[in-house]
């Protein structure tokens, strides 16, 4: 097969737009016999390979997300904790919140990425009274946390 031959079956069997054209006997209008046809044949055989791996992908809403936060600033004494647990419970997040002695505010939060971004992004401004000036977030590997909880200063 000559190279440009080879070129356009491999454009035609990838493209996920373009279907190959040819004329099938009993209907070549609405032709439901797409084995007939080699080429066809391939593409099928190809995009059942390309759908069986992403259906094997977990669904985005079974990823689950956790970071713990350290937010500093003015952030104790301006209902940064309780402000927290209402943003985290409307956003269906689990974890906790605690003051620390240095005067930050730590957070655990876990749940869907998106949510967790989202709570991420509210942090960084926090309640009308305080005044986030630092934001930092890490990694959470240690066992799962069920509902959100205000934890007593560490």
Known sequence: MAPIQLLNLTRLLHSP????????????????????HPLQQSRISFNRIMMSQHDSAPASQDITKTVRC????????????DWTVQNATQLEL????????DG?????FSGKPENVDE????????????????????PWNEGPV?????????
Not at 70 to 81: A, E, L, M, S
Not at 146 to 154: D, S, V, Y
């Open 17 to 36: 737009t373009r279907s190959i054209p040819f004329s099938c006997p009993r209907n070549p209008l609405r032709c439901n016999h797409l084995n007939t």
């Open 94 to 101: 689990t974890g906790w919140v605690r003051n620390r002695r």
């Open 146 to 154: 069920t509902g959100f909880e205000r934890k007593p200063t560490i």
């Open 119 to 138: 709570m991420q992004r509210r942090c960084r401004h926090g309640p009308p009274d305080a005044i986030v000036t630092g934001f930092e977030e890490f």
């Open 70 to 81: 350290v937010i500093k600033g003015r952030v104790q004494g301006v209902f940064y904790r």
């Open 104 to 108: 930050s505010v730590e957070a655990l």
